[in-house]
């Protein structure tokens, strides 16, 4: 079993603004400082920020299947502003897949507005597929909505 969930959120930001955080660790420093109750904790393992980094994000505790897990960027096109990252290791793939990518797509649709596309691809053994409920858009939509809120009012006070 395989497929793709998207969700996109346009935000009153330019495309540049926000891949500066989409882009960078800087993603992962900001959901681990604003959002606390989606992931506890979210530790550098190896890497600069560029492709090959490995974050290990650990979830509060009652996250439906998932304590932890290891993910690696493993695309950044600056260009096109678009970061892939994959689960390498626990969390996911201990429960049947083979494959859950997070892409991040910052899409300019004017000089002051621009789009969060997030989307995840994912593989699941036919024998897990009762485990599809677990992929959903939920905590990347929140985490659109969180990050572009604190870039707005970071412009805002600047």
């Not at 400082?33 to 090959?52: A, Q, R, S």
């Not at 980094?53 to 439906?64: D, N």
């Not at 493993?74 to 859950?100: A, P, Q, W």
Request: charged letters at 25%; zero cysteines; hydrophobic letters at 40%.
């Amino acid at each position: 079993m395989h497929g793709e969930l998207s969700h996109e959120l346009e935000v009153g930001l330019p495309a540049s603004v926000v891949w500066e955080v989409y882009g960078t660790l800087e993603l992962a420093n900001l959901v681990g400082k604003l959002l606390p109750n989606l992931i506890e904790k979210i530790e550098l393992v190896e890497g600069d920020g560029g492709v090959g980094t490995v974050l290990l994000l650990t979830f509060p505790k009652g996250t439906p299947g998932l304590t932890s897990y290891k993910e690696k960027f493993v695309m950044i096109d600056n260009e096109k502003r678009i970061k892939d990252t994959d689960v390498v290791e626990g969390g996911l793939l201990d429960l049947g897949f083979s494959l859950y990518r997070i892409r991040f797509e910052i899409v300019e649709k004017d000089a002051d507005t621009s789009i969060i596309r997030s989307t995840i691809f994912y593989e699941l053994a036919d024998e897990h597929s009762a485990n599809a409920f677990l992929v959903n858009t939920q905590a990347v939509a929140k985490i659109g909505e969180v990050i572009s809120q604190h870039l707005l009012e970071k412009q805002a006070n600047a």
